[in-house]
């Protein structure tokens, strides 16, 4: 009767997971007039002339910049892409194609025809174009695209997605949860950020609050082997063995609609062009700033590929060990932003340790009328007594959050009389005003054991500092509630979400 049990459960979370993962046909709209003639790529430029004076510093340190919004974390992106000159690398969970996406690839494909070799590796669960479109991007003789832990999307219809759910439930529910952006193996960018509109402020109902780090020199090296682990490993499989039609035939005018999409002025205003053109000058404003450090003590710490929800000996997965060492160590405070909050009693007691010591504990959190994910919240909702009996200090994001008009930096912000609603997706925690951490990792069972992750760990006081001054910002009251034993916010999110939330409550928690 339990195993009938736990399979109902499961089906029921694959078919309100999957809603999101249909094949769509034809992703890029038709075009009918030439964007392209005149939008011209500055050929004087070239990346390794930019960063031949701080090749010393590369070779023996490696430099960080944390990116807070949206625009200009889309726009470092895309100027890496236009002068890329050997190789780009990236590695993401979504990678949707929608305004952003479909800009990405176009960006993409421009590299690949000037030589530049790009992998793409993307997380089976959330493809939401058809296999066709991925292949057609996979004929580019200088693009590679795998897909991880493939199976129950890509490809597949909704029986055998089931099928895949009910047979083998652990592996189809590992995912590949890393994000990383590498560019000739000397720049990176890692965090939470997705490849998807709402991830960079360009989402007419809903934008994300999310958190990235730019990475220069000797770590971006651990990324880039963080990488080949991945795209070697016999669960990232390229795309090409998943379609039926083996035709993978290349012809330059595969792309035309794609770059014409991307040239229309109307998909891609042309202020952003001009302001991704700036970038260089815009990062040596931020080197004479001091908001870019060259740091000796910066770590990045990556799950390996097929992780397990725990190893036979007890050891945990490098991130989570890693996040619980800095948790025990703590001597004063820690402070943490996590869009899904769901804990164990294991997270309980490691946290309820940590304030008997003497440490306090805030965390920053959606609230309901905030998130973008019910199951989430609604095994948070469960917890969330629990873990305020241990000391620690709640906060939950509000959607209409004051900071919005200050982080949402993004140019359709500019256009539009309204605001979208605001929710928090930042992955964050610093500790004792002297570490920090930003990555993919979620304070939830999925992070923990289940998704493999990844997380940069930067030691500098003065870095601490200035993202521990953003998220206390956020949890003032014009931009959170705080949450009690006596208080909580649910009644503000609408009658809608708070159905939602009830009807998650038959899922448990550990599969969130």
Same mark, same amino acid.
Request: charged fraction near 25%.
């Given at each position: 009767?339990?195993? !009938?049990?736990?399979?109902?459960?499961?089906?029921?979370?694959?078919?309100?997971?999957?809603?999101?993962?249909?094949?769509?046909?034809?992703?890029?709209?038709?075009?009918?007039?030439?964007?392209?003639?005149?939008?011209?790529?500055?050929?004087?430029?070239?990346?390794?002339?930019?960063?031949?004076?701080?090749?010393? &510093?590369?070779?023996?340190?490696?430099?960080?910049?944390?990116?807070?919004?949206?625009?200009?974390?889309?726009?470092?992106?895309?100027?890496?892409?236009?002068?890329?000159?050997?190789?780009?690398? %990236?590695?993401?969970?979504?990678?949707?194609?929608?305004?952003?996406?479909?800009?990405?690839?176009?960006?993409?494909?421009?590299?690949?025809?000037?030589?530049?070799?790009?992998?793409?590796?993307?997380?089976?669960?959330?493809?939401?174009?058809?296999?066709?479109?991925?292949?057609?991007?996979?004929?580019?003789?200088?693009?590679?695209?795998?897909?991880?832990?493939?199976?129950?999307?890509?490809?597949?219809?909704?029986?055998?997605?089931?099928?895949?759910?009910?047979?083998?439930?652990?592996?189809? /529910?590992?995912?590949?949860?890393?994000?990383?952006?590498?560019?000739?193996?000397?720049?990176?960018?890692?965090?939470?950020? /997705?490849?998807?509109?709402?991830?960079?402020?360009?989402?007419?109902?809903?934008?994300?609050?999310?958190?990235?780090?730019?990475?220069?020199?000797?770590?971006?090296?651990?990324?880039?082997?963080?990488?080949?682990?991945?795209?070697?490993?016999?669960?990232?499989?390229?795309?090409?063995?998943?379609?039926?039609?083996?035709?993978?035939?290349?012809?330059?005018?595969?792309?035309?609609?794609?770059?014409?999409?991307?040239?229309?002025?109307?998909?891609?205003?042309?202020?952003?062009?001009?302001?991704?053109?700036?970038?260089?000058?815009?990062?040596?404003?931020?080197?004479?700033?001091?908001?870019?450090?060259?740091?000796?003590?910066?770590?990045?710490?990556?799950?390996?590929?097929? !992780?397990?929800? !725990?190893?036979?000996?007890?050891?945990?997965?490098?991130?989570?060990?890693?996040?619980?060492?800095?948790?025990?160590?703590?001597?004063?405070?820690?402070?943490?932003?996590?869009?899904?909050?769901?804990?164990?009693?294991?997270?309980?007691?490691?946290?309820?340790? #940590?304030?008997?010591?003497?440490?306090?504990? !805030?965390?920053?959190?959606?609230?309901? #009328?905030?998130?973008? /994910?019910?199951?989430?919240?609604?095994?948070?909702?469960?917890?969330?007594?629990?873990?305020?009996?241990?000391?620690?200090?709640?906060?939950?994001?509000?959607?209409?959050? #004051?900071?919005?008009?200050?982080?949402?930096?993004? #140019?359709? &912000?500019?256009?539009?009389?309204?605001?979208?609603?605001?929710?928090?997706?930042?992955?964050?925690? %610093?500790?004792?005003?002297?570490?920090?951490? %930003?990555?993919?990792?979620?304070?939830?069972?999925?992070?923990?054991?289940?998704?493999?992750?990844?997380?940069?760990?930067?030691?500098?006081?003065?870095?601490?500092?200035?993202?521990?001054?953003?998220?206390?910002?956020?949890?003032?009251?014009?931009?959170?509630?705080?949450?009690?034993?006596?208080?909580?916010?649910?009644?503000?999110?609408?009658?809608?979400? &708070?159905?939602?939330?009830?009807?998650?409550?038959?899922?448990?928690?550990?599969?969130?």
């Amino acid at each position: 009767m339990k195993n !009938k049990l736990n399979t109902i459960l499961r089906v029921f979370i694959v078919l309100i997971g999957l809603n999101s993962c249909t094949n769509t046909p034809d992703i890029v709209p038709e075009q009918y007039l030439d964007f392209c003639s005149q939008i011209h790529r500055n050929d004087s430029v070239e990346l390794s002339n930019i960063l031949k004076p701080l090749e010393q &510093q590369m070779q023996n340190k490696t430099g960080v910049l944390v990116l807070e919004d949206g625009g200009n974390a889309m726009m470092a992106r895309a100027w890496l892409s236009e002068y890329a000159e050997k190789t780009i690398d %990236v590695q993401y969970f979504i990678f949707a194609t929608d305004n952003v996406g479909l800009i990405a690839c176009d960006y993409l494909v421009r590299a690949a025809d000037r030589g530049v070799k790009v992998r793409l590796l993307i997380d089976d669960i959330m493809v939401d174009a058809g296999i066709k479109d991925i292949i057609t991007l996979a004929s580019h003789p200088n693009i590679e695209i795998k897909i991880y832990n493939p199976g129950i999307n890509l490809g597949k219809n909704l029986v055998q997605k089931l099928s895949k759910f009910a047979t083998d439930f652990t592996k189809a /529910n590992q995912r590949m949860h890393n994000k990383t952006f590498t560019v000739d193996g000397k720049i990176c960018i890692t965090g939470g950020r /997705n490849i998807a509109d709402e991830y960079f402020d360009f989402d007419h109902d809903y934008n994300f609050r999310d958190r990235d780090i730019l990475l220069m020199g000797k770590k971006v090296t651990d990324v880039s082997n963080s990488f080949d682990g991945f795209w070697n490993n016999a669960l990232s499989v390229p795309v090409e063995q998943l379609a039926e039609d083996k035709d993978t035939s290349y012809s330059p005018n595969n792309f035309d609609r794609l770059h014409q999409y991307a040239c229309n002025p109307s998909n891609f205003w042309p202020q952003v062009r001009s302001q991704i053109s700036q970038m260089p000058e815009l990062f040596q404003s931020i080197q004479n700033s001091g908001n870019f450090m060259w740091l000796d003590s910066v770590y990045f710490i990556a799950d390996k590929p097929g !992780k397990l929800p !725990k190893e036979a000996n007890g050891v945990f997965s490098n991130t989570t060990q890693t996040l619980m060492e800095l948790v025990m160590k703590a001597k004063k405070s820690i402070v943490i932003q996590s869009p899904y909050l769901i804990t164990t009693e294991v997270g309980q007691e490691l946290l309820s340790a #940590a304030i008997k010591r003497g440490v306090s504990i !805030k965390i920053l959190t959606n609230s309901m #009328a905030s998130t973008d /994910n019910m199951d989430a919240f609604s095994g948070y909702q469960r917890s969330r007594k629990d873990l305020l009996n241990t000391g620690v200090r709640i906060f939950e994001f509000k959607p209409d959050a #004051a900071i919005r008009y200050e982080i949402m930096t993004g #140019a359709l &912000q500019e256009k539009l009389n309204f605001q979208p609603i605001f929710g928090l997706h930042a992955k964050s925690m %610093v500790i004792d005003e002297n570490i920090t951490v %930003v990555g993919t990792f979620n304070f939830d069972p999925r992070s923990a054991y289940r998704n493999t992750e990844c997380v940069t760990v930067v030691y500098s006081s003065k870095i601490a500092q200035k993202v521990l001054k953003g998220i206390e910002e956020e949890m003032k009251p014009q931009n959170a509630w705080e949450t009690t034993l006596n208080f909580n916010p649910d009644k503000e999110a609408s009658k809608g979400k &708070q159905i939602k939330t009830l009807s998650r409550k038959i899922v448990p928690k550990g599969i969130l």
